[in-house]
């Protein structure tokens, strides 16, 4: 799909708020809501819009502690990755699993928890447990400086 710049400041917009109404957005971009909700649903169907989600305060639920742990596996084959991938995706503590490369790791979590003790008890009898996990390192968040969802759009000139 060819983005125009109509697109980009739709896109910009439900970033920047998920809940505006289809009249406000048609509004902020200069369109009428008839035209504004067809660009919306092409964006959908094309799968640039993948789907609107609620984002929560961690803090306020009492998930205090953020922790990134890099993970070493034993062997690099798709079986036991995808044993760790499957694992890892039960687990509703980690908040992103990222395979990486240029580490001395092969996968990096995020994963949020209410302290150390639930930490500890998650590490020890969750991550540590699954089959072909070698090594583990963590790290821990001391200050959030930037959180965001929202994508860089300004390579889109069209």
Partial sequence: MQLDKLDKRILQELQSDGK???LELAEKIGLSPS?????????????????????LN??????????????SMDRHTPDRFEIFEQKVKSFPEVVECL?????????????????????QQFLLNKVTRIEGVTDVHSSF??????????????????
Avoid: F, W
Wanted: aromatic share 4%; with cysteine; charged share 20%.
């Fill in 20 to 22: 505006i109404t289809n």
């Fill in 35 to 55: 035209p504004c909700a067809r660009r919306v649903k092409q964006l959908e169907d094309s799968g640039i819009i993948e789907k609107q989600v609620t984002l």
């Fill in 58 to 71: 961690a803090s306020k639920l009492e998930l205090k502690l953020t922790a990134l742990i890099q993970i």
């Fill in 99 to 119: 395979l990486i490369t240029g580490q001395s790791a092969d996968y990096q979590l995020k994963v949020v928890v209410p302290d150390m003790e639930y930490y």
């Fill in 141 to 158: 968040m001391l200050r959030e400086v930037l959180n965001t969802t929202e994508l860089p759009l300004n390579h889109i000139h069209s």
